[in-house]
């Protein structure tokens, strides 16, 4: 089972509200990823949990926050966020943490089609 | 950092044609070399990777080459479908900047003609 869930599909929020967007993965993975993906776009890593603590913040604006209350969930906590930051939100897990001797595959869920009005 | 480069940007062949796409990529220590494909409205999908230690890799209809000492990738296609319409985006992994993490190509749009 190679299956990374992501809830949920559509988010449609102003810029005042707070959600979170959620990701789980049963595969025993250990690294866990977050992604933006703008239309047209390669997906740009946001965070990385490696053994469920953060390991990369690509200078993600604090709008952001990541969470990782357990091995197989990953959360993005969103707050006053803007119109640019409507995207595709992608998940990501991969089964071991930076390796630069075996990097291993990643694999990413369906994504989250966020729109901020 | 790493930094990968993909071409074309856009490709379109007529169905039972082969389709290439090539990446090159800047830091000879990594290893480690996936293709993903991303249909409409979709997150990507895994197709196929290699590691430094083979030179090509075949899976059914699709195959990936690495040349090591040229620091490039490519992803053939053979008999295309209709349904292998997709962005295709190559990676690989950063260890000067964000270690662990892949850098993905711009990505190439595969159209399929019936």
């Known amino acids: 089972d190679t299956e990374v869930t992501q809830t949920p599909k559509h988010l449609v929020m102003g810029m005042t509200n707070k959600k979170s967007l959620k990701c789980e993965q049963h595969m025993g993975h250990r690294a866990m990823y977050w992604y933006k993906q703008k239309a047209k776009k390669p997906p740009e890593l946001m965070f990385v949990y490696s053994y469920e603590k953060l390991s990369i913040n690509e200078s993600v604006p604090s709008r952001f926050s990541p969470e990782c209350p357990n091995s197989s969930l990953l959360n993005l906590h969103l707050h006053a966020l803007q119109p640019e930051d409507s995207a595709l939100y992608l998940c990501a897990s991969s089964p071991g943490g930076s390796s630069r001797v075996l990097h291993s595959a990643q694999y990413f869920g369906p994504g989250t089609r966020l729109t901020v009005l | 950092g790493e930094n990968v480069e993909q071409h074309p940007s856009t490709l379109s062949v007529q169905e039972g044609d082969s389709a290439v796409i090539k990446c090159t990529y800047s830091d000879s220590a990594s290893n480690y070399f996936p293709w993903y494909k991303q249909e409409l409205g979709k997150g990507p999908q895994l197709i196929i990777d290699?590691?430094?230690?083979?030179g090509e890799k075949k899976d059914q209809r699709i195959a990936v080459t690495l040349n090591k000492t040229a620091k490039h990738f490519s992803l053939h296609i053979t008999e295309t479908q209709p349904e292998d319409s997709a962005v295709y985006f190559c990676a690989a992994p950063n260890y000067g900047g964000s270690q662990g993490n892949l850098i993905f190509g711009k990505g190439t749009k595969l159209s399929v003609k019936p």
């Open positions: 290699i590691r430094s230690n083979v």
